[in-house]
């Protein structure tokens, strides 16, 4: 949410364009339509949406408001249902986008084990399909890694059922460095918050999500499995104002290194917390992702299969 709208704010900035945040007033469809509704009524022409929750407000809103465009990231076309659950197509004043996560979290898990890591955790929040895509794409990256080192790796795989932390997955948390885990993957909004404070606690180390975590959390972070919510909506904002809405009007696209810069981890030197994995190294990995010499599965219904340098737990 936060990357998204900044992403609008610094795009407005820029451009001369003005904008403006709608908060709903409750995690609901029918806010997030009066969200909606209120923005149409101030007057704005195309409206920006972060996240799967929006799909039926989409769904409701697209047909009644037709000289308003829609641009929705985190979006898939299964998440496009009416308030009964009905699945309804995307009309033309409609772009939405999804992300291929496993790409970045193969990436998290492979760099990981290659700086020398071999006890590692996943902490997922809600079980949807983003969120387990990142986490089967870390399972894969270990897989490779540890594969190629010939190394034995354990993982601890867990989802929270929610985005935020609490005191019941802090004290998970702290068992689980307590018990060795070095590192763990938070991937699910705010619950990353119980495991920085467990972290804290037993010297363990985090991988951040969706954005560069390191500037918030500092040290404790040494990457971050980061996908181009920001690129995405600039680019459709472009299409938009630039008179090219064609590109992108009824279009539903799954955004992968195939297609673009779209997903990595941070190289800057102030976020790069690896000591023996180098950029070089990264580059290497990145690139077989990009030509498709690398394939990362997006199944989303079947564990991924390990070898036998692996062992994950997939905790109940």
């Not at 949410?1 to 409750?26: F, H, L, M, R, S």
């Not at 935020?164 to 938070?186: N, R």
């Not at 290194?257 to 000591?275: E, H, I, M, V």
Request: with cysteine.
């Amino acid at each position: 949410n936060q990357i998204t709208w900044e992403t609008c704010v610094a795009y407005g900035d820029k451009n001369g364009i003005e904008y403006q945040y709608y908060k709903p007033a409750e995690d609901t469809d029918e806010e997030r339509i009066n969200a909606i509704d209120l923005a149409v009524a101030d007057g704005a022409t195309v409206i920006v949406m972060p996240g799967y929750l929006f799909g039926p407000a989409i769904a409701e809103e697209q047909d009644l408001y037709p000289d308003v465009s829609f641009i929705a990231v985190d979006v898939t076309e299964a998440d496009i249902v009416d308030l009964s659950g009905n699945a309804v197509g995307i009309s033309d004043n409609v772009y939405i986008c999804s992300f291929q996560e496993e790409q970045a979290g193969y990436l998290a898990g492979y760099a990981a084990v290659k700086d020398g890591y071999t006890s590692l955790g996943f902490l997922g929040g809600i079980a949807v399909p983003a969120v387990i895509r990142y986490g089967y794409g870390y399972i894969q990256g270990i897989n490779d890694a540890a594969e190629e080192m010939g190394v034995d790796v354990n993982v601890k795989y867990y989802y929270g059922g929610q985005f935020y932390g609490d005191d019941a997955i802090t004290a998970k948390m702290e068992g689980w460095f307590a018990d060795g885990t070095q590192v763990v993957f938070a991937c699910g909004g705010g619950i990353y918050t119980s495991v920085v404070d467990a972290a804290k606690e037993y010297d363990g180390k985090l991988i951040g999500v969706d954005v560069d975590q390191h500037a918030k959390l500092g040290d404790i972070c040494i990457t971050s499995a980061m996908k181009g919510l920001g690129s995405a909506v600039t680019d459709a904002l472009d299409a938009y104002f630039n008179n090219e809405w064609s590109s992108h009007a009824g279009k539903s696209e799954i955004l992968g290194l195939g297609q673009g810069d779209y997903l990595g981890l941070p190289t800057d030197d102030a976020s790069w917390g690896f000591k023996t994995f180098t950029k070089d190294e990264y580059e290497t990995i990145l690139s077989g992702l990009k030509d498709g010499s690398i394939s990362v599965s997006n199944d989303t219904e079947n564990q991924p299969e390990v070898g036998s340098h692996v062992t994950v737990d997939y905790v109940q």
